[in-house]
Structures are given as structure tokens and as C-alpha cells.
């Protein structure tokens, strides 16, 4: 579990669930190749972040969920991504 004293103490907001992490997001980052990040559901994640924008560093979400929950998709070394 993560030490949310220190990480707020720095400015940054921290949830142990990823559907709380994501509230009123501008932006998702994803580090990891994690199953538990791989499986979000984007819509539910698009009900609490609506204008949010994915980075997935990675290259292992569906850019095509994310892209249905209306949400904008950015890949790693792909076209429109970074």
C-alpha cells in the first residue's frame, strides 16, 4: 500500500483503486503492463474523467476500448501518439 502521507505531502493525489485514481482526471498515465491496468473498464473510467486523455507508455491497452468510452488514446511510437 502506498504511503499517501508523503505522496500528498508532494502535491500528488493517490487512490488504491484505479476507478478513484481517475476522478476528474485530465489525464491517465499508464507505466505498467499490469493485468489490473490492461482490464480497466474505460467507460466507467470515462463517467469520472470525461475529458481525460490515456498515455499509455506501454503499448498494452486497447486503443479501441478507450477510444469507444470516448476517451482520447495516445500510444507509445504510434501514429497521433508520442
Known amino acids: 500500500m502506498m504511503d499517501h502521507d508523503v505522496l ?3 502535491g500528488i493525489a493517490a ?3 484505479p476507478y478513484l485514481a481517475t476522478k476528474e482526471a485530465d489525464a491517465i498515465v499508464v507505466f505498467t503492463e499490469w493485468p ?3 482490464e480497466l473498464n474505460w467507460t466507467r473510467v470515462a463517467e469520472r474523467a470525461p475529458a ?3 498515455v499509455d507508455t ?3 491497452l486497447d486503443p479501441n476500448s478507450v ?3 470516448g476517451l482520447r488514446y495516445l500510444g507509445n511510437g504510434k501514429p497521433g501518439g508520442f
Open 15 to 17: 487512490a488504491d483503486d
Open 67 to 69: 477510444a469507444a468510452a
Open 58 to 60: 506501454r503499448n498494452v
Open 8 to 10: 500528498r505531502g508532494a
Open 52 to 54: 481525460a486523455v490515456v
Open 36 to 38: 489490473e491496468f490492461r
